[in-house]
């Protein structure tokens, strides 16, 4: 069954520099990585997780939609390019190496770091250097861009756009728990 959502991608949130994600930033990240959890819990990848993915309701609520490129979560990694939103593919997928549900851990820190910060961690010039820019510019840390950002929410989403996916996060959950100490901050 599918669910009807009423609400604005949070890419034209982003875009409009909309009042409605004043104060409700960190929230949304938050609810963003809750529902990569949930897919991940289900053994399964999204595989193009970026902000046009992230339905905002009036009240708030987050739901992460458009699950076509979504795949099951294989215990062994799988190799090659899968069509998505460029500027949210990690080095490994770019590069055709193996990958896996960390695709979306470092998607997830992308989105994250554009949300918090208004700007996109690889210094974008264009979608044609966006692949050359993801694999070789190493992002200001997000907490030169957002002094007043908790240092630990700044780097559970710099762990997670590192560039060897062996030192992101080991899950989703952990980057959750990180977020749920700082529920009651507005950014």
Not at 6 to 25: H, I, P, Y
Not at 30 to 39: E, G, I, K, N, S
Not at 84 to 110: C, H, K, M
């Amino acid at each position: 069954m599918l669910e009807y959502v009423e609400g604005v991608s949070l890419a034209t949130l982003m875009k409009a520099d909309s009042g409605q994600l004043n104060g409700l930033r960190l929230a949304i990240v938050r609810q963003a990585a809750m529902a990569l959890t949930h897919v991940h819990a289900r053994q399964f990848v999204h595989r193009d997780f970026c902000p046009k993915n992230l339905m905002v309701t009036a009240t708030g609520v987050v739901k992460l939609i458009d699950f076509a490129l979504a795949a099951p979560l294989e215990a062994v990694p799988t190799v090659g390019y899968r069509p998505s939103t460029i500027e949210y593919l990690p080095p490994e997928v770019l590069q055709r190496d193996l990958n896996d549900y960390r695709v979306d851990i470092f998607a997830w820190g992308v989105a994250t770091y554009q949300t918090l910060s208004g700007v996109w961690p690889f210094e974008h010039a264009g979608q044609r250097q966006a692949v050359t820019n993801i694999l070789n510019v190493k992002p200001v840390p997000l907490n030169k861009r957002l002094p007043d950002l908790p240092h630990e929410v700044a780097a559970i989403v710099m762990r997670c756009i590192e560039k060897d996916p062996a030192n992101r996060p080991g899950g989703m959950n952990s980057v959750v728990r990180v977020l749920d100490r700082y529920r009651e901050v507005a950014i």
